[in-house]
Structure formats: structure tokens, C-alpha cells
């Protein structure tokens, strides 16, 4: 194990992810890096950019919901089950800032998240391959609010 620690294997990945906020329908652009220390475990951060607005109503009024970004940092499970793919599992915790408007009125507003999540990647060789991924974020201190995100991009092994 400690020889895997000193030549952890990196990977990125970009794609869209959909995200299902409390009635809001928003999408991002998300890039992760992460690297691996064995086969099994590894750590990842993710950046999402806000790239899909959503019109709602705020009882009678009604407005938009904008995702501005979010960033969060994981520990990934991965369980290999042939050489080109594999099954993941995440645990973080990260940050979204929404910017919400209504009637002239606008504010932005920035809340924490406990994230778990799981997903697959397939690799068409040692290096490329595609990922998708589920991930719930369970915002703190919100009243029990909560976002799913559904994700699908590229990933390129390093």
C-alpha cells in the first residue's frame, strides 16, 4: 500500500450536471481532479458553474433561480469490476451560492452541504472514458432542503 500512496494514479473529468433543487431546475458545468492511493480509495474536488437558469414562482410572485457555482471535496470509494469499468461511491462536503430574483428584488445566497453520492465511470481504453454520477446534496440548517444532481462527462485517467 505505501508504494501506491507515493504514485497515486490522477484523473479529471468535465461534463454537465443537472441539478433538482427544491422545484428549482438548474444545470452547471462541473470539473473534477482526484487522485487515487489504491485501488480502492482515493479524493476528489469538484467546481460547477451555473450555464441553465430556472423560472419559479415564489408563491404568487414570480422570479428566477440561478446557479452561480458550487465547490465541494470527497473521499471515493471505488470498486473495480473489470479493467475499463468501475463503481463509485463519494462522501463530501462543499458550498452553492444560488442567486434568486423577484418583482426587481435579487439576492445571493451561499449554503454549506453534506454530499454523498455514487456513480461509474467506463474507460474505451487505459486513459478515456465517460462517467455518471448521482449526488445528494443535504443542505445544513435549511430546513431539511435538498438537491439531487445527475452528471455525465468525460474522464481522461493521467
Known amino acids: 500500500m505505501a508504494q501506491s500512496i507515493s504514485n497515486p494514479q490522477y484523473q479529471g473529468s468535465i461534463g454537465y450536471t443537472g441539478i433538482d433543487a427544491d422545484g428549482a431546475t438548474l444545470g ?3 470539473a473534477r481532479g482526484g487522485a487515487k492511493l489504491n485501488r480502492y480509495f482515493g479524493a476528489e474536488a469538484e467546481l460547477s458553474v451555473g450555464v441553465k437558469d430556472d423560472d419559479v414562482n415564489f408563491g404568487a410572485i414570480p422570479g428566477k433561480v440561478e446557479h452561480r457555482y458550487d465547490a465541494a471535496a470527497y473521499g471515493v470509494a471505488t470498486l473495480p469490476v473489470t479493467e475499463n469499468f468501475e463503481l463509485f461511491g463519494r462522501l463530501g462536503y462543499g458550498t452553492t451560492e444560488l442567486k434568486t430574483s423577484a418583482a426587481g428584488l435579487s439576492g445571493s445566497n451561499s449554503t454549506e452541504s453534506v454530499n454523498y453520492g455514487a ?4 474507460f474505451f481504453d487505459g486513459q478515456n472514458g465517460v462517467r455518471a454520477d448521482w ?3 443535504d443542505f445544513r440548517g435549511r430546513d431539511g ?6 452528471g455525465l462527462g468525460y ?3 493521467f
Do not use: L, P
Open 155 to 157: 474522464v481522461r485517467r
Open 145 to 150: 432542503i435538498e438537491a439531487d444532481t445527475w
Open 28 to 30: 452547471a458545468i462541473t
Open 135 to 137: 449526488t445528494r446534496r
Open 119 to 122: 456513480g461509474a465511470n467506463y
